[in-house]
């Protein structure tokens, strides 16, 4: 079956700029989490969906940074405002049952650029 | 903070021979480790998983072994394979972290791994 899309792959943008980056889920996988790699840097969790309950937005590194999940697949990560610190590539995941099976499911990412 | 650490950032094995790729924790609540492989241009993939009631999990030619006592867990691959060639990350799961029990994980900074033919 289909794993988990993103779009675009690449962005280029100017500082000061929004961006919005999308993320399809596979079908049925009930969580979601966005998470990001800078240069040299591991993996840096985000933000978390999980079916109608509150996401957790704990990894947000500023309120420029949000996201939503439409009708419990396909979610968008918003950036207002970027700043060059904002490059790096973004990865999205999902997963059956976050509280059961814990293994995530990567997209292949959207490697943001801003100038 | 970096809770989960990788120090090693390259690792270069010839064929046939054994990869051991390390990760340190800090955070003793962590209760699940996982090893994700990631080529490059492609999202990470899962590879193998470890919970923290158990020292070593096979699967193939790749085994983990945990050693709580020092916050220390390894990926071994035998026999090492050219088309194991991969940047490699560990994590970890926190079973308290925002309150609930699911999956965030936390990586470490990742191993790249060249495999010589």
């Known amino acids: 079956g289909a794993g988990v899309s993103q779009s675009p792959s690449n962005k280029v943008t100017e500082k000061g700029k929004d961006v919005e980056l999308r993320c399809d889920p596979i079908?049925?996988?009930?969580?979601l989490y966005w998470y990001r790699q800078s240069l040299g840097q591991g993996l840096e969790f985000l933000i978390y969906?999980?079916?109608?309950?509150?996401?957790?937005k704990s990894g947000l590194p500023s309120d420029r940074f949000s996201a939503e999940r439409t009708g419990g697949s396909v979610s968008t990560l918003t950036i207002q405002r970027t700043q060059q610190e904002d490059s790096a590539v973004y990865l999205c995941?999902?997963?059956?049952?976050?509280?059961?099976?814990?293994?995530?499911?990567f997209g292949p990412g959207t490697r943001l650029t801003v100038t | 903070d970096q809770q989960v650490k990788q120090n090693s950032p390259s690792l270069s094995v010839q064929e046939g021979r054994i990869s051991i790729l390390n990760c340190d924790y800090t955070?003793?609540?962590?209760?699940?480790f996982l090893w994700y492989k990631k080529y490059p241009a492609e999202g990470p993939t899962f590879l193998i998983s470890?919970?923290?009631?158990?020292d070593k999990n096979e699967d193939g030619r790749f085994t983990v072994f945990l050693n709580k006592s020092a916050k220390h867990l390894s990926l071994h691959i035998v026999p090492s394979q050219p088309g194991d060639s991969a940047v490699y990350f560990c994590?970890?799961?926190?079973?308290?972290?925002?309150?609930?029990?699911?999956?965030?994980?936390?990586f470490g900074q990742g191993t790249i791994l060249t495999v010589h033919p």
């Open positions: 955070n003793s609540m962590f209760d699940y």
């Open positions: 995941a999902s997963s059956v049952s976050a509280s059961v099976i814990y293994e995530q499911y």
């Open positions: 470890i919970s923290s009631i158990k």
């Open positions: 079908s049925g996988h009930t969580a």
């Open positions: 994590a970890a799961k926190d079973p308290l972290t925002g309150g609930t029990s699911y999956g965030k994980l936390t």
């Open positions: 969906f999980q079916g109608n309950s509150a996401p957790d």
